[in-house]
């Protein structure tokens, strides 16, 4: 088909009757098929950074990650591997010694 004569039948994006499956609901109307659950992000079951850590001096709320109290200036403790029990780097979500998802 010519340039002149698929403009006439409605172009390329839906709407004119060239189309074999047009419906007059081009792609580039605004409509927002919803999302599937399964395309759908799902939640995480770890904790995020946004997650806050209890301060043990006086039980403040600080950022995970932090390595001191923002209410009492006090060391928070370093995370711990749940399973192997080694030292967590701020921010990891997985520990580097044993694979183990940070909880």
Known sequence: MSFWENKRHGGHHGGGQGHASSTGSG?????????????????SSLPSAADPVACPQCRAPSPRGA??????AAALPAAACSQCRNTLPAGARFCPQCAAPAA
């Open 27 to 43: 792609h580039h109307r605004g409509e927002r098929q919803p999302l599937s659950p399964a395309a759908s992000p799902a939640p």
């Open 67 to 72: 390595r001191f109290c923002s209410q009492c």
